[in-house]
């Protein structure tokens, strides 16, 4: 018995003496690309900015923390397909101290413009524990896997690509606020507005950013006159204290303490809230950790849907007398509550137990039966207009049409014109569009007559074409000149 356990002590002896297993120095891992970037975060209270590219992960605070990757897992889930993926990675710190720190980082990617992470502590060779991500790293143990929200920190990436806001906000919204602090009360001003809309003919920016207006209440010390120019980071799902919720990251494109410039928000995706209400919880700061649920935040949103702001709701003409009241509807959209009044029309559908849409239209101009009238569905954007036929009462049933376009026909006027535009807004005018990136450079031409031309020609009657930019000038053999046209003089 006696020798035996000479030997095992021995050999503990040897393997606490020699400094531990470390991976090969040799062995790097290359960061992937999609965590690359200049990212900020605030970590207890503090900013942190983190660089990060292919061969280091750096905190640049004070004392700088540069860190490689010696070896990394990628954690995959079946059928999730995104631009990047989460990973853990086992990192050594770069230092000349012999014995240096190593770490695991868990990351977990969630937009093109945010990641959430967590670093442990410092795990030194010397200490005798084995180094290697599968034994050293918590979250390759199934038991604990990858981190949740709240034992991350969230990096907001600082020069951020355009990110499309539909998966964040969409549509025209009022909203009360109120800021947790100090006991302030709610503040519910009808002026208080986010508008995220994307305006035609300016595909470039305006579906990256959204426009939150501030209104303040005379009786609400927390509350403030604003408007901010939100740029979206993205929205990812996640799940907090067992509840699956929909995160969402915004930049200040303006502000200029960076503490305040990026904010996290959150929110329950199908609330089916009897009001047609939605509850967004947004941080003050960049992090997420301080949202706790839809009613517990630093400052918290209730949105009311609203019809999108619009000259073309006020009434030019009025509906006949004898079809004002309620009514109910089969027509265009199934079973809805119509309410008619002299000048205006709502309807109300039910999309579910909970929810419904309201469209308004509002009449503009009209003609014997016809009725052309402004549509605006309440939380959307668009603002159309559709032609109501409205036929003779016949007891308590009122018929009518709604003429939408359907083939197209031959039109009654045929040829050539110039036109002027006359809009309330100059944005509702006609103006040259050129989406997108184009194949090859332009050519500016000279232009010397410039006409805005309107046209129905013989060749293809049921269109008309609309170029309020036309160039008129021709070169010297009667050929019009264009971008165009010199194309294919030159290629
Ligand atoms: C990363 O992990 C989170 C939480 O485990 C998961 O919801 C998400 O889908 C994962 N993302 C990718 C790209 O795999
Ligand atoms: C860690 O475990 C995974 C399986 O969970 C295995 O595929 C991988 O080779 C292991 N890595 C090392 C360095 O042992
Ligand atoms: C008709 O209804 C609209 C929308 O509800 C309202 O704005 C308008 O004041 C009403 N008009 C009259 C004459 O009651
Ligand atoms: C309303 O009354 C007018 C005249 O009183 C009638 O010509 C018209 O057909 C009626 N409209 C409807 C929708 O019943």
């Not at 750096?58 to 700088?64: A, F, K, S, V």
């Not at 002299?342 to 309807?347: Q, S, V, Y």
């Not at 939380?379 to 009122?398: L, T, W």
Request: net charge neutral.
């Amino acid at each position: 018995m006696a020798p035996r356990l000479g030997i095992v002590l021995v050999i503990l002896a040897l393997i606490s003496y020699s400094d531990g297993v470390v991976p090969g120095n040799d062995v790097k891992c290359s960061i992937p690309d999609f965590y690359h970037g200049n990212w900020y975060s605030q970590e207890a209270g503090v900013d942190i900015d983190t660089l990060v590219n292919g061969d280091f992960w750096e905190i640049q605070t004070l004392p700088r923390l540069k860190l490689e990757c010696i070896q990394s897992y990628t954690h995959i889930i079946k059928g999730v397909e995104q631009d990047g993926q989460n990973r853990t990675m086992l990192m050594k710190e770069i230092t000349n101290d012999p014995n240096p720190c190593y770490f695991c980082v868990d990351v977990l990617w969630r937009t093109k413009a945010i990641l959430q992470y967590r670093k442990d502590d410092c795990v030194k060779p010397n200490s005798g524990v084995n180094i290697d991500i599968n034994v050293t790293c918590k979250a390759m143990d199934s038991f604990f896997g990858l981190p949740g929200t709240d034992e991350t920190f969230t990096m907001f990436k600082k020069d951020p690509p355009n990110i499309n806001c539909i998966t964040t906000f969409e549509g025209v919204y009022q909203f009360s606020y109120e800021v947790d602090v100090g006991g302030g009360g709610i503040c519910n001003n009808p002026k208080s507005q986010i508008k995220a809309c994307q305006d035609p003919g300016s595909p470039y920016v305006d579906n990256q950013v959204f426009r939150m207006t501030y209104a303040k209440c005379a009786d609400v010390s927390t509350s403030r006159d604003d408007q901010i120019r939100y740029q979206c980071l993205g929205s990812w799902f996640a799940v907090k204290s067992g509840v699956g919720y929909t995160y969402a990251a915004i930049m200040d494109t303006v502000e200029g303490d960076p503490r305040e410039v990026y904010k996290c928000l959150m929110t329950l995706r199908n609330q089916k809230d009897a009001n047609n209400q939605i509850r967004w919880v947004m941080s003050r700061f960049a992090e997420c950790g301080s949202l706790n649920s839809i009613y517990r935040g630093p400052l918290k949103l209730v949105l009311t849907r609203i019809p999108p702001p619009t000259p073309y709701m006020s009434p030019k003409c009025n509906l006949p007398r004898n079809i004002t009241g309620s009514w109910l509807t089969q027509g265009i959209q199934y079973r809805s509550d119509v309410v008619v009044n002299d000048t205006h029309l709502i309807m109300s559908t039910k999309i579910n137990q909970f929810e419904f849409q309201e469209t308004h239209f509002s009449c503009q101009q009209t003609l014997g039966t016809r009725y052309l009238m402004t549509k605006v569905v309440v939380g959307k954007c668009e603002v159309d207009f559709v032609c109501f036929d409205i036929m003779p009462r016949h007891h308590s049933i009122v018929r009518y049409r709604v003429v939408n376009p359907p083939s197209a026909v031959p039109c009654p006027i045929a040829g050539r014109y110039y036109f002027t535009q006359e809009a309330i807004n100059e944005d509702e005018k006609y103006a040259t569009r050129i989406r997108g990136v184009t194949l090859r450079p332009r050519i500016q031409v000279d232009c010397r007559d410039v006409q805005a031309e309107f046209k129905s020609c013989s060749m293809n009657m049921d269109k008309i074409e609309v170029d309020a930019e036309y160039c008129e000038t021709v070169d010297y053999r009667g050929r019009p000149i264009g971008e165009y046209g010199k194309f294919i003089a030159v290629f």
